[in-house]
């Protein structure tokens, strides 16, 4: 890890913890305005947009260390969400907006006129939400919708917008498709994740080493080893996709590693939060205890933009396409062909 | 801090390393059948093994004049890869070229790291790995094989089993008992001898397995005499040195890559538009293949900048044999005659024998069980 790097992960590791001591994890937005002013001070929403252009700076393994820190510190705070919409609209060619902002995905082409968003987080607290839809963008005010409230039970507020008629701040037209958009918004889920699944790693540990029943430490208990020594495994595989599926997007087209990466990551989500709640026992089931800023976040992270039988499915349609050319062939060229790109760049 | 694994930063093999490999399948292993490519590393094929050898692809990481080439783990690592994924038949040299070779330099004498390393180099001298007996499989450090010393060497007496294709080796290291029984340090005590399996005294019988190959032994030594610079390192370090040797053995692409016949056979069977079962089963397996090698490739990174990384290793073989042993448990019920495309018995042959092959995959190498208890361990619950 390089130094500016290191430097932003032990930055982020005490604003979050300090956040999350302040209850951004559990207020459901009530000190919302406070939490994101201490986001901003230190220029977090503005990762991505090259220094030039007046932002942070940052590649795609920058963002992904600020983004599982979220996950890692049980936040759900759209930092992740203004810093991808920001970022988008700088490639687009517009300018971003200030302010906390969302994005989200239409299937319907631009000429319907009342478009439903289902189940974004945060919509009382955003300023604009970035729309898109297969052949177009839309800046849209997030108060020109009616709120349907849904209690989703995902660690943060959610609610989808009905947007009567639509009547964009700006939009243009997008060329490329929504495709790799829908991509990026993946990998953010997926490095939430893994940081959620580290944290309950970590306080499924401290508790069964401290928890005695029968006379001992729950840890000294075979049945229990082996089900932290499973999750141990799936953060360790969560971890290490989403951290090499950023090294891939960093490095250029990222298509195939992070479907990968999200599908293994909305995988271990649940395999991740059985065994944190099985292996708590009924505390960790209480609103009193944290473990459920994890594992609710972590499971909604999941389904987000894509599941894993989604996701299953996009990776098989490339794995498909690419015959007769085996499998491994395919694979192999293509991370060797990543690597060699960053050798070079860093030459 | 759990367990890491950073993404590797540099391509493993130089360019042209693969397709030169490919190349050379081309004429040796693509005109067997995928049954028989599916047994891989449990292949044995001395023929095969020498063309290797002589292509400088055995012990590739030893310096020169032990018939290496100097090369980096990683390089190693690219060139089991791709003889795993092809179906190679490698089993002959496989445990020379992957630990007993390793052994061998750290812990051999000069003389005896002259004699051995250019042979098996050069895809000529197989070892086997002498370490379960009858009564200690998964508990190895209560092993009863043991050799007292003697003028001039030791004399072995005991008996190892599962000892893989020890009737067509040459050599093995076997984990032998030199000093008192268990007192309160149960893994004190043992050696690492060198035997030749043709001295008087060994006697080895091949166990036929449920798929109907007979890849392991029982080995009887009785009496057997192994001269004193045969004990490989220092006398009573045996299980320190075993455990060094066993981040070698489990986190290597053997770990994750043994149904992978199977895949490819069923991506060259199936028809062109195959349902969603079968286009999501793919996927799966794709995400999860890239996923272990991700990590696998991350714990041989840490292995060449000298670590022992024991618990990440620990964890890239139980996640491995996982995939390995869904992947024909999937497939068979994924099975749909339409989505088959044509398949003239190859897929349900490779299909059948992997399926009996697979309760192996968590045996071999150190149980399912064992590496939980040592990922545990590192998480500082034992």
């Known amino acids: ?347 | 801090m759990t367990p890491n694994f950073p993404p590797i930063r540099t391509a493993p093999a130089a360019a042209g390393l693969r397709a030169e490999l490919r190349a050379f399948f081309a004429s040796s292993v693509k005109g067997m059948t995928p049954a028989r490519r599916a047994r891989s590393w449990s292949g044995w094929d001395e023929e095969f093994s020498r063309a290797l050898g002589q292509r400088g692809w055995i012990g590739m990481t030893w310096p020169e004049e032990l018939g290496g080439r100097g090369a980096s783990q990683l390089e190693r690592y690219a060139v089991v890869e791709e003889l795993l994924a092809a179906g190679a038949p490698v089993a002959a040299h496989w445990i020379a070229d992957r630990q007993s070779g390793a052994l061998l330099l750290r812990y051999g004498n000069e003389a005896l790291k002259a004699d051995m390393l250019p042979r098996i180099a050069a895809g000529e001298l197989y070892f086997c790995i002498g370490m379960s007996e009858p009564g200690a499989g998964s508990d190895l450090a209560s092993l009863r094989t043991r050799a007292t010393a003697t003028e001039g060497g030791w004399r072995v007496n005991g008996s190892k089993i599962w000892t893989t294709h020890a009737q067509h080796c040459h050599y093995m290291i076997a984990l032998v008992r030199t000093g008192a029984d268990a007192g309160d340090d149960r893994h004190a005590g043992f050696s690492q001898l060198v035997i030749e399996l043709a001295s008087p005294g060994v006697t080895v019988r091949p166990i036929e397995d449920q798929t109907g190959d007979a890849h392991f032994c029982e080995i009887f030594l009785d009496d057997v005499f192994v001269p004193a610079e045969q004990l490989l390192g220092q006398e009573g370090e045996g299980w320190n040195q075993v455990t060094a040797e066993l981040a070698l053995e489990r986190s290597g692409p053997e770990r994750f890559l043994s149904s992978h016949v199977l895949i490819e056979q069923l991506l060259a069977t199936l028809c062109d538009q195959p349902g969603n079962t079968l286009t999501a089963l793919t996927g799966a397996w794709a995400a999860e293949l890239w996923t272990l090698r991700q990590m696998s490739l991350a714990v041989a990174a840490k292995l060449e900048s000298g670590e022992n990384p024991m618990i990440e290793a620990s964890i890239v073989k139980d996640l491995g044999a996982r995939f390995e042993q869904s992947v024909p448990r999937d497939l068979q019920a994924a099975y749909d005659d339409d989505a088959w495309g044509h398949d003239d018995g190859d897929l349900r042959e490779t299909l059948s024998y992997l399926t009996a092959a697979s309760p192996s995959f968590s045996l071999r190498g150190g149980t399912r069980e064992i590496l939980r208890g040592i990922i545990a361990r590192g998480l500082g619950l034992r």
């Open chain 1, 1 to 347: 890890m390089n130094d500016r790097r290191t430097i932003l992960t032990e930055t982020v590791d005490r604003l979050f913890a300090n956040l999350a001591e302040v209850g951004a994890r559990e207020d459901g937005g009530k000190e919302f305005d406070g939490h994101w002013q201490s986001i901003e001070a230190i220029g977090l929403p503005l990762l991505m947009i090259p220094e030039e252009a007046g932002g942070f700076g940052g590649d795609w393994e920058d963002a992904g260390v600020v983004f599982r820190a979220l996950g890692a510190h049980g936040l759900g705070l759209p930092l992740g969400e203004t810093v991808l919409a920001r970022a988008w609209l700088g490639r687009i060619g517009h300018k971003a907006p200030e302010g906390v902002g969302l994005f989200a995905f239409a299937k319907e082409g631009p000429d319907e006129s009342a478009t439903t968003l289902n189940d974004l987080p945060w919509t009382d607290r955003a300023d604009w939400i970035l729309l898109l839809r297969p052949d177009r963008w839309s800046l849209l005010d997030a108060a020109g919708a009616e709120t349907r409230e849904r209690n989703l039970l995902s660690g943060d507020p959610r609610a989808s917008l009905v947007f009567h008629a639509l009547d964009p701040i700006a939009d243009g037209p997008l060329s490329e498709g929504t495709a790799m958009f829908f991509a990026e918004a993946a990998l953010l889920r997926a490095c939430q994740i893994a940081g959620a699944i580290e944290t309950m790693l970590i306080l499924a540990i401290d508790h069964v080493r401290e928890r005695r029943q029968f006379g001992r430490p729950l840890a000294r208990f075979q049945a229990i080893q082996h089900q932290l020594a499973i999750l141990a495994e799936e953060n360790a595989a969560a971890s290490c996709a989403a951290a090499s599926a950023c090294q891939s997007a960093t490095l250029g087209e990222a298509g195939f590693e992070i479907a990968a990466a999200k599908w293994r990551a909305s995988r271990a989500a649940d395999i991740a939060a059985d065994i944190a709640h099985q292996v708590h026992g009924a505390i960790g089931f209480t609103r009193e205890y944290a473990l459920h800023a994890f594992t609710l976040r972590a499971r909604a992270w999941g389904r987000d933009f894509g599941n894993e039988t989604y996701w299953a499915r996009t990776v098989g349609r490339i794995a498909l396409a690419e015959r007769p050319k085996p499998l491994w062939h395919w694979l192999t060229d293509r991370s060797d062909r990543l690597l060699e790109t960053e050798r070079k760049r860093n030459e």
